[in-house]
């Protein structure tokens, strides 16, 4: 039992800053420190020598006295695990290096600065205890939900690993927005969309380790350690699936006509139908909004000429249950409705259609056989006027830019010019045009090749001069109002989420940002992933994007899925522990935590292990004390807080306690280390894994004990690591200083800072200041 | 081969794309009447799942064993079909591909007469050539379980933890003496504005880390082998079992014993301006590259070293060699991935930058905002030391211009508008303008920034800078622009350019070494940029990140893990199998002349001891010049033998 202390003079550097021999004599002075030691190169040479002698003491813990643990710490660990021992949790590390050796006025204020750190670490290396690690594996088979590009990129790729896929699609076809494109950009070689992409539906359809859901929807997920169980509905088609073979004979002599979605509203299917010929997989489906045997009871007509006796009136709903380890959510996006902004006569006009009805138009083998008509007469626009930013960076409709329509616009544009009518006078007005990247040639090609007209400008209205004659009246950057006649105008419209998003994001417990995209763990590198592990996300579902991009994502998403589902986890259960008897079942905690771990049963709080990140906030909030993190309870830091300031009175030094988090903060104290920037002395560092585990109560405690004052140093509010701590700490801290006004102290002698890793100048002002006001040097 | 040919011809109508213009009623007469054909039958959809079911239905009633599609090209779907013959019993290779939509029908459209008959020539070369047609196998190769990845920046290390955590054995080679990448340098990152050494691990440790620890993750991971200062010198063997050759710089520094105490800086008596802040700073020639360096180790600049040795003597540890030497090492590994990142631009000569010390490129105002750079986060003017207080930035320098550079660098104007909202936020007072072309800020991250910046009184000028000339009484700068056909100008104390990405210089001398392609852009070319766009045209190398054409941070993650996803598809099995439509010898006529090693563009052809050429079929990629150039005729390409050859052309001139 006991500590074992060990030491680090850097080669010796450090003896320059520190009185060593006073240190050890400190440390020997507690009876518990069973064996102290001074190395030269922990980091390097010594660590296998110190990791030998830690097990020769028989001690329990750890204390680790040197330089940047994020230096001195991987050859600790790598020695430990040569020599078979496992020290999880039982290392503390004080870095009299960076935080205090190079920082501090001179050797005497460094050394005793240092006596103070090693207080507050020995008495936590008192309480320290082995942390758990649980192993795990989650089940080798994963949920994709949507069939579009994205979906099914992610899918192959996973078979083609070899894991199991079970591919959901809510439609009668997989296929996606981007089966209806006419082509997709950049077009280098041929590339109609079909083509391309029924090569990769065929083969999705075609491997052997995707299941194909198609006509089905998620109904309930339930999350377990190893995994999700999976309720799926399959919606009735009323055609049995294996009996169709894809005649078509039901569609032609059904008598119901309605406008086809697939088309965009362009064409008409009938009551049983094949979403576009290309549908995969090709069976026919009854819509029974429309049918008439669902609607009046009557017809049956495809029943009777049905050559294989697959139409089933009477089919139910069923459910289907699964058991994936990781989900994939694929959903795409939708085109957004621009009748909600009348300005552009969309819905009123005709001839006002937007990108997404052109494509079909363009499309051989949509409702005009590839024909450029224009809806109203069937003629053949000769002046095309393209609109940007229909419902994007519009602060009326979304604010956000939709990334993909000035390069769909332009891909249009070319297509008519090169491939329909040469002749034909187009022009794009826009706000910015986007072709970010390599997709500027296509810009360059329009705009000076083919004589594609771009107008910087504003539409002010769309309006009918006479039936047929569209004019387009828009603003230009100088406020000057022209107007533009126009056979007929596209629409290039936003990108938004699809109304079925919200329910889905609850039934799968993640979140959606401020637009409806689903929410990504981090924008810049985490932007497949969610807040729950095993849920990832990829393609317009998280946001708007071209194929490429999606594809991209798709695969990037089914690689963090093949891992999470194919290696066996370790997972450092640094969580909280629950005092039955203290417990009063208030539920605070389970509000309160950011991840969603605590659910509240009979006995009281119940962690999933899995989800909670230690970051402590849980117990910060319980009234009595109930619940505790592991190796970092609230005690122990009061203790660590006491600790130091008795160890100050008996030196009479004063103190400023600074109470940092263990992400951004300890960072910051590095980088100002490294950099050996001087602050004041009476700065004394204590670390929590978040400053959201600090109650009202340990900072009241610290001035108690005599500190001069208390500086929290925490992540930036809006990237906290832990989500909330920072904003809770920083409420916390704003109460506090009420509370010292309402007594009649100082309430300044409490500051809290927001900062990160590398704002050495703000963390210098803020310390000096500090100690400047308090104690006046 | 004993049974008789009977070949089945099944023609696509393609909805109306091939049926529109070609008569397929006539070409399936034609086709019934060629010899050899056993059935004919045409189809809506070939490739649908139904097409195919309809394919492998009729091979099976109908005991063809030979098998012409005519359709679309090949390389769309030539797959699909060998996959499903293969399903219905046949070895995959005796198929034939009519292309009548990209090669007949849609060039042909307006002579739909002239089509049709070409298509019954198409159709009937095929249909001479499938008869000729051998059965191919295919042959297991055992590959390397290891990964190559060059450069160890966002990408680069993003993929070593991924492949490592696969359970691959990982080599990351980088140039430069510190992982991290041009990251490091930025400060704050968009769209989160997080210090640029801040980046979150994944899946279960979630809660977000710096990137030097990051990096630090790498430096200690039992499976990644971590070489800095180092270049790869040589590359040779193919797909699953390459031999690399990696010159190890030295760092004359011991990574093992230096614990980075710094009294060889205090006593090294060379300063020399600081690179990593672009010379804003000045450092030892024994230094650290970075505060956030990983290896967290000094190194030294042998270009300024005077070999005094003070550092060698002041080192506690004897951590220092300045005799060190370049070693080389050899590795094996199954895939390589390039992730070697862009460059800044140089603005050199334009807009006064070179000129004028007070003309900065955004990379350097990125150094300044850094809280804990070479300023701590104070902007100011090279000139003098003064804050500035009238900043203009120019957008699209040597981007979008077909002088220079015809793409768009696609983060400049995002960066521009996160360093205004920056300097607004922290100098309220002073006046910034951004002149541009266009505002790309495409996505749903980034737009913010430009209503934020609006709000904060950025003035944003739409045009075209002519010059930037110093008043040579006031010192301040004058910036002629032309906006909207009128010509204004600008007065300002610091004019900051947004450069463009271009490749990093050592791009063309690793292509040659990997035989990689650039684009005509100098950047590393992709087999497909919307399909494959991290594939290069050598299997078993992949491409990732900015070196492969400008991209932000989330793009360059997304597609490292794409790459990274790739490559363990590829490797995971521990073999891949690789079919033998590839060239072979017939040794009774080969004469060791080698003309097939001198002519194959892949390394694939060796030379026997026994004096005969060899062809190292996972190598080989099935091109046919050895064929084409062997004297002796002893080259051949399975299924275009000189015969099948003949064959095909006998069947389009009818003869």
């Known amino acids: ?777 | 081969m004993g049974e008789s040919l009977r070949i089945g011809v099944f023609i696509c109508r393609c909805g109306t794309d091939i049926a529109g213009v070609v008569d397929v009623k006539a070409l399936s007469e034609y086709a019934r009447k060629i010899p050899n054909v056993a059935y004919v039958t045409e189809h809506e959809f070939l490739c649908s799942r139904e097409g195919l079911e309809v394919l492998k239905r009729t091979i099976r009633r109908y005991g063809i064993n030979r098998v012409v599609i005519a359709a679309c090209s090949p390389k769309l779907h030539e797959l699909t079909f060998r996959r499903a013959i293969q399903e219905a019993g046949l070895n995959p290779f005796l198929l034939e591909i009519a292309n009548i939509r990209e090669q007949c029908a849609w060039p042909h459209s307006h002579e739909p007469e002239k089509a049709t008959e070409k298509a019954k020539y198409l159709v009937r070369a095929a249909v001479l050539k499938v008869a000729t047609l051998e059965e191919i196998g295919e042959i297991s190769v055992p590959v390397k379980t290891s990964v190559l990845i060059i450069g160890g920046g966002i990408a680069g290390i993003t993929a070593a933890l991924k492949l490592a955590e696969y359970g691959f054995q990982v080599y990351l080679v980088e140039k430069n003496a510190t992982l991290g990448g041009r990251v490091l340098q930025l400060g704050t990152v968009f769209p989160t504005e997080d210090c640029g050494v801040c980046m979150p691990p994944y899946v279960l440790e979630r809660h977000r880390k710096c990137l030097y620890k990051y990096a630090q993750m790498v430096m200690v991971h039992p499976r990644i082998k971590v070489f800095t200062r180092s270049t790869v010198e040589h590359v040779e063997g193919h797909v699953g079992n390459f031999k690399v050759t990696i010159r190890r710089g030295p760092r004359y520094v011991d990574e093992k014993d230096c614990v980075a105490c710094g009294v060889c800086e205090e006593v090294c008596p060379v300063e020399v301006p600081n690179e990593f802040d672009l010379g804003l700073s000045t450092r030892k020639a024994i230094y650290m590259p970075s505060p956030y360096a990983v290896p967290h180790t000094y190194v030294v600049d042998e270009d300024h070293c005077t070999r005094c040795g003070a550092c060698v003597k002041a080192c506690p540890f004897n951590a220092i060699s300045l005799n060190e030497k370049p070693q080389d090492v050899e590795v094996e590994v199954g895939a390589i991935i390039v992730a070697t990142g862009a460059e800044e631009f140089n603005p050199k000569g334009m807009y006064g930058y070179g000129t004028y010390p007070d003309v900065i490129t955004q990379l350097t105002l990125a150094r300044m905002l850094d809280p804990s750079g070479p300023t701590k986060g104070e902007v100011i003017r090279p000139s003098d030391g003064r804050r500035p207080s009238r900043i203009v930035m120019i957008q699209c320098v040597g981007s979008r211009d077909p002088k220079i550079n015809p793409y768009c660098s696609k983060v400049c104007c995002a960066i521009a508008l996160k360093h205004a909202r920056s300097l607004k936020k922290r100098y309220p007072e002073a006046e910034i303008a951004i002149v541009y072309k266009d505002i790309r800020l495409a996505g749903k991250d980034y737009e913010q920034y430009y209503t934020e910046c609006e709000e904060l009184g950025v003035k944003f000028i739409k045009g075209e800078v002519l010059d930037v000339v110093q008043d040579p009484e006031t010192k301040m700068l004058r910036v002629e622009l032309e906006s909207y056909g009128e010509r204004k100008e600008l007065i300002a104390d610091l004019v900051v350019l947004s450069c463009g990405f271009v490749p990093s210089e050592d791009a063309k001398k690793l292509a040659e070494i990997l035989g990689l392609n650039l684009a005509p852009d100098g950047f590393f070319m992709t087999v497909h940029p919307k399909l494959a766009p991290i594939d290069t045209n050598t299997d078993g190398i992949f491409i990732c990140g900015a070196c492969q054409g400008p991209k932000d941070i989330s793009e360059t993650v997304t597609q490292a893990l794409a790459v990274a996803a790739k490559v363990a598809a590829l490797l995971a099995k521990g073999v891949i199998k690789i079919d033998l439509a590839k060239a072979f010898v017939d040794e009774n006529y080969c004469i060791g002349c080698a003309t097939c090693v001198m002519v194959c563009p892949y390394d694939a052809v060796e030379i026997t001891p026994r004096g005969v050429a060899q062809v190292i079929e996972a190598a080989c990629q099935g091109c046919g010049i050895c064929a084409a150039e062997c004297p002796a005729g002893a080259m051949q390409l399975r299924n275009y033998k000189d015969d099948q050859i003949y064959a095909a052309i006998r069947g389009v001139l009818g003869a």
């Not at chain 1, 539906?201 to 997920?221: D, R, W």
């Not at chain 1, 009871?297 to 009777?304: D, F, L, M, N, T």
């Open chain 1, 1 to 777: 039992m006991g500590i074992s202390a060990v030491l680090c003079t850097c080669g010796g550097v450090l003896e320059k800053y520190l009185d060593f021999d006073e240190l050890e004599s400190y440390i020997k002075r507690n009876k518990d420190v069973v064996m102290v030691r001074r190395y030269s190169a922990l980091c390097t040479q010594d660590s296998k020598e110190l990791i030998q002698d830690f097990i020769k003491s028989g001690a329990k813990a750890l204390l680790v006295i040197a330089c940047s643990k994020y230096i001195c710490s991987p050859s600790l660990e790598k020695a430990a695990e040569v020599l078979g021992v496992d020290l999880t949790g039982l290392v503390e590390f004080v870095n009299i290096r960076e935080q205090c050796a190079w920082i501090c006025e001179d050797r005497k204020n460094a050394t005793e600065k240092a006596l103070l750190m090693i207080a507050a670490a020995l008495e936590k290396a008192r309480a320290l205890e082995p942390v758990k690690k649980r192993k795990f594996k989650v089940k080798e088979a994963v949920l994709v939900i949507g069939g579009g590009v994205a979906g099914i990129q992610a899918s192959l790729d996973l078979a083609n690993q070899g894991f199991k896929v079970y591919l959901v699609e809510s439609s009668p076809s997989i296929g996606g927005t981007a089966a209806l494109l006419v082509r997709t950009f950049p077009m280098d070689d041929c590339d109609c969309a079909i083509c391309v992409k029924g090569f990769r539906m065929t083969e999705a359809a075609m491997h052997p380790n995707i299941e194909l859901l198609t006509y089905c929807e998620v109904k309930e997920v339930k999350r377990y350690p190893w995994g999700f169980k999976v309720k799926i509905l399959k919606k009735p088609r009323y055609v049995d699936y294996d009996k169709c073979i894809g005649c078509g004979i039901c569609a032609e002599k059904c008598p119901v006509e309605v406008p086809n979605e697939w088309d965009r509203g362009l064409s008409h299917r009938k009551a049983i139908y094949l979403p576009f010929p290309h549908a995969i997989p090709c069976k026919y489906t009854i819509d029974p909004e429309h049918c008439l045997y669902f609607t009046k009871k009557a017809c049956r007509v495809c029943e009777e000429v049905c050559p294989y006796n697959a139409i089933d009136f009477n089919q139910k709903p069923e459910e289907i249950e699964l058991e994936v380890g990781a989900i994939i959510v694929a959903t795409g996006s939708e085109e957004y409705d621009p009748s909600a902004l009348p300005k552009y006569g969309y819905g009123k006009y005709k001839d006002v259609i937007t990108q997404l009805q052109l494509e079909r138009i363009l499309d051989p083998s949509g409702p005009t056989g590839g024909r450029l008509i224009r809806p109203s007469d069937g003629k053949p626009p000769a002046r095309i006027v393209m609109v940007q930013c229909v419902g994007s960076r519009d602060p009326e409709a979304n604010p956000y830019c939709s990334r993909y329509c000035c390069m769909e616009a332009i891909k249009n544009a070319i297509l008519i010019k090169t491939e329909h009518n040469p002749e034909a006078k187009i022009t794009i007005l826009y706000k910015d045009i986007r072709t970010y990247g390599r997709l500027e040639e296509y810009y360059i090609q329009a705009k000076d090749e083919l004589g594609i007209e771009f107008v910087q400008g504003e539409v002010t209205k769309v309006y009918e001069e006479k039936p047929g004659y569209l004019v387009v009246e828009y603003q230009d950057p100088l406020g000057n109002v022209h107007s533009l006649p126009a056979d007929m105008v596209v629409l290039a419209c936003a990108m938004v989420p699809r109304k079925s998003f919200k329910d889905l994001a609850k039934v799968l417990g993640v979140e959606l940002d401020e637009y409806g995209f689903f929410k990504e763990l981090d924008r810049k590198v985490g932007s497949v992933e969610t807040k729950i592990p095993g849920i990832f996300i990829c393609g317009t579902c998280q946001g708007p994007k071209d194929v490429s991009e999606s594809i991209a994502q798709a695969s990037a998403a089914a690689m963090l899925a093949a891992l999470h589902i194919s290696q066996y986890r370790e997972k450092k259960l640094l969580i909280p522990t629950l005092d039955e008897d203290l417990c009063g079942r208030c539920g605070l905690c389970v509000l309160s935590c950011p991840y969603g771990a605590l659910t509240l049963e009979e006995k009281g709080p119940i962690v999933d292990e899995m989800l909670c990140q230690g970051c402590g906030i849980c117990a910060s909030v319980c009234p009595n004390n109930a619940i505790n993190i592991v190796n970092s309870a609230s005690e122990l830091i009061t203790r660590q807080i006491k600790s130091v300031m008795e160890e100050a009175k008996a030196l009479g030094r004063r103190v400023i306690i600074a109470l940092c988090c263990e992400e951004c903060a300890h960072t910051l104290m590095d980088t100002v280390g490294f950099y050996h920037e001087e602050y004041p002395s009476e700065v004394i560092p204590i670390f929590v894994p978040c400053l959201g585990i600090l109650s009202i109560g340990h900072i009241l405690m610290a001035l108690n004990y005599g500190a001069d004052g208390v500086l929290l140093v925490g992540c930036p509010l809006d990237r906290c690591h832990f989500e909330q701590g920072a904003e809770i700490a920083m409420r916390r801290v704003l109460l506090i200083k009420s509370i010292l006004e309402e007594i009649g102290l100082i309430p300044d002698r409490v500051r809290i800072v927001n900062l990160s890793g590398t704002m050495v100048e703000d963390f210098l002002k803020a310390s000096r200041e500090l100690v400047n006001k308090l104690i006046g040097r």
